[in-house]
């Protein structure tokens, strides 16, 4: 799956191609990281849940079954729904991109899946240091409107606390500080860019109206 500063920065191309602004750029992009937060990304939130609960991934299309529960809002575009649903699109998207290339890469060959696991984490870990970003929340009032939000899903259980703690940790930029000095193993930073732009036009094309001439 990608990382949150990959998800921020598709989520703001995104926000800016509908022109959301305001609280509805932020209940999107906060939106855009919402299906991690629950199942431990974090390591702090008060409730976890499955991976398999909060990415719906019933038979491993988690954006359809999710769209098959929101559909009425992702079709209204409500900002909080349809920013969950790219977020899994986007791990959609990423995960099937590399499995499909390093299946028919010398790289991938003898390797087993945990192995090729670690291989596209360190590569999307690498790509996220590209991009900073955060979701913009100055206060608690401001984190109990975003929980409310949230909470209409009915596999979120999120608190205001919870909220401030990933904003917390994205504006101190706490996360992957592992790969500042690694080599990309498998991707370039120009196909990842390509695949960042190529993910965003498909979901436009599926899900905003932005059909293909």
């Known amino acids: 799956m990608p990382s949150w500063n990959i998800h921020l920065e598709a989520g ?3 926000a800016r191609k509908i022109k959301f602004s305001g609280q509805k750029r932020k209940e999107f992009l906060f939106g855009c990281l919402l299906p991690d937060i629950n199942n431990g990304y974090i390591n702090r939130v008060k ?3 499955p991976h398999e609960a909060t990415h719906y991934t019933y038979d491993k299309k988690s954006s359809l079954n999710f769209y098959a529960n929101y559909k009425n809002e992702v079709d209204k575009l409500d ?9 899994l699109y986007t791990d959609g998207f990423f995960n099937y991109d590399f499995y499909r290339t390093i299946k028919r890469s010398p790289l991938g060959e003898g ?5 090729k696991r670690k291989i596209k984490h360190h590569d999307f870990w690498l790509y996220d240091l ?14 109990k409107v975003l929980a409310k939000a949230a909470n209409k899903i009915s596999v979120v259980k999120i608190t205001p606390e919870d909220i401030l703690d990933v904003e917390n ?18 991707y370039t930073k120009k196909r990842l ?21």
């Not at 900073?132 to 984190?143: F, P, R």
């Open 169 to 186: 940790l994205l504006v101190k930029g706490e996360f992957n500080n592992n790969s500042k000095k690694s080599k990309y193993l498998f």
């Open 130 to 143: 590209n991009f900073k970003h955060n979701l913009g929340i100055k206060n608690l009032s401001e984190a």
């Open 79 to 87: 900002p909080l729904c349809l920013g969950y649903l790219f977020h």
């Open 111 to 115: 390797l087993e899946r945990e192995e």
């Open 193 to 213: 860019d390509t695949l960042l732009e190529d993910m965003i036009k498909s979901f436009s094309n599926d899900y905003l109206g932005e059909k293909d001439a």
């Open 47 to 49: 409730t976890e849940k």
């Open 12 to 14: 703001d191309r995104v």
